[in-house]
């Protein structure tokens, strides 16, 4: 099996997703996809929807939308790594 690509912006959006200020510390935790711009990296947030998609075609993130949550005014969507996209992150934490 060849070694999975990940271009510098989708490493920015890994690293954002396992360490979400939202995700309590847990790399696995799922983050909202409205939260994606707090994490460590900054991101032009018209850039969120393409990298996302990017990770679940490498088979290193999954996403859910649950439609729009009225009461909180957002989609009520989350994104978390695969097990693929965990090691992918610990590679970039042990560069870093």
């Not at 989708?10 to 935790?29: F, T, V």
């Not at 990298?51 to 994104?79: P, Q």
């Not at 996209?85 to 934490?93: A, D, M, P």
């Amino acid at each position: 099996m060849s070694a999975t690509k990940v271009t510098t912006l989708e490493a920015k959006m890994l690293r954002n997703i396992a360490e979400n200020d939202y995700a309590n510390g847990d790399p696995e935790a799922q983050v909202w996809s409205d939260c994606l711009d707090c994490g460590p990296c900054s991101l032009d947030p018209k850039s969120f929807g393409g990298l996302v998609a990017s990770l679940v075609k490498k088979g290193l993130a999954e996403s859910n939308d649950h439609g729009w949550d009225a009461g909180a005014g957002h989609r009520d969507a989350c994104v978390w790594l695969t097990e693929a996209g965990l090691v992918e992150w610990r590679k970039l934490t042990e560069t870093a």
